[in-house]
């Protein structure tokens, strides 16, 4: 029998789950911003619905793992008693513009470095700089006075998490209720659509992405309840983890790569192996130094935004949300106008244009 120490399973757990990831996601072609112009432009929302049940089922699992004690949400830093408001909202809105710019997100450049873009590998590189330089470089001077010093403090309600606060505002154990509600309504919305619950393949997708970020909380918390080293408690984000990752290619420090590095890392391979299967595989690359400009641009806004907001497309929609962290809707309304408003001046010719209804959007 192969013991493995817990600070060595760590990423080999994260590996597994990115790989299941990045081929479910990869094979569905499961894209935010996708999902959003589609939404916008096309009047289909299969996309977002897909998008929103794997927030729905990662809801849904995290809180079930919780109640039973095989994951502890509130250890991560989603759920801290301070609310860095300026950060979800400014950071959202910047992490949204550069999606727009890009034609993706963090995740989604994984996703399309495993089927041979460059541009991808470019915006990936910036991504995780641009993160590092926010986090512990000089942007973070900036981030300090403008983030974390306007922090609203849920200390009275001993976290940020929805549950927690509707449970102090009435003084009854309202989190399960909390989840509850929002999961109905969620689902409610997403299975509305007559059309959409047809899709079997979009339904299967939103599922198991859900239930990879479910894991992950799993795993953190199983690897630090057994591992004499400190261990983060997270289950999935694309801007931080891509910092880290280049850390781990580029210098040695001793110290293994923790989850969110391996999770990266599977779901590269996991992509590669979605695109062989698929057979689509080709390299791309910019086709002139404006797209370069533009894709350097957009992943310098999400790795910033990204650190501002504290996640992504995934980690504060999908992670974030699973947890019930007030945060989770903030940044991700945010993102989508900032999206919106970056989607409107490239396709559009016009910001302004974001403040107009579309007539493409379907009335379901």
Not at 99 to 110: D, I, N, P
Not at 137 to 164: C, E, K, T, Y
Not at 261 to 277: M, S
Request: charged fraction near 10%; aromatic fraction near 10%; charge should be negative.
């Amino acid at each position: 029998m192969i013991v493995f120490e817990p600070v060595v399973l760590l990423p080999l757990l994260g590996v597994l789950a990115g790989c299941f990831l990045g081929f479910v996601a990869r094979a569905t072609h499961f894209c935010t911003l996708s999902a959003l112009e589609r939404h916008w432009y096309a009047g289909d929302s299969s996309g977002l619905r897909t998008w929103v049940l794997a927030a729905v089922s990662a809801l849904i699992g995290t809180q079930v793992l919780v109640a039973i004690g095989l994951a502890d949400t509130h250890a991560s830093f989603y759920l801290e008693s301070a609310f860095p408001w300026t950060g979800a909202i400014i950071g959202g809105f910047m992490f949204g513009i550069g999606m727009a710019l890009v034609g993706t997100c963090g995740f989604g450049a994984v996703l399309r470095l495993g089927g041979g873009s460059l541009r991808a590998l470019v915006v990936l590189t910036v991504i995780g700089l641009s993160a590092l330089a926010a986090q512990r470089g000089i942007v973070g001077i900036l981030r300090v006075p403008l983030v974390d010093d306007l922090a609203v403090s849920f200390a009275g309600s001993g976290s940020q998490s929805m549950g927690d606060i509707a449970s102090s505002l009435f003084g009854l154990d309202l989190a399960g209720v909390a989840a509850g509600l929002i999961a109905i309504a969620g689902l409610a919305w997403i299975f509305r659509s007559a059309g959409y619950r047809s899709q079997l393949t979009r339904i299967g997708a939103g599922i198991l992405i859900g239930s990879v970020i479910t894991f992950g909380w799993w795993a953190t918390t199983f690897v630090a309840a057994h591992s004499f080293e400190p261990v983060q408690i997270e289950a999935g984000s694309f801007v931080v983890p891509v910092g880290d990752t280049i850390m781990q290619l580029i210098t040695y420090t001793g110290t293994w790569p923790d989850y969110g590095v391996g999770l990266i890392a599977g779901t590269l391979l996991g992509a590669v192996a979605a695109a062989l299967w698929n057979r689509d595989i080709r390299w791309e690359a910019c086709d002139d130094a404006r797209e370069l400009g533009r894709h350097i641009l957009g992943g310098m806004l999400m790795g910033i935004g990204g650190v501002f907001s504290m996640g992504c497309t995934v980690g504060q929609g999908i992670t974030g949300f699973s947890t019930l962290a007030i945060s989770a809707p903030i940044v991700m309304l945010s993102m989508a106008f900032g999206a919106r408003v970056g989607l409107a001046w490239l396709l559009e010719g016009s910001v302004l244009a974001a403040f107009r209804r579309s007539d493409g959007v379907a009335a379901e």
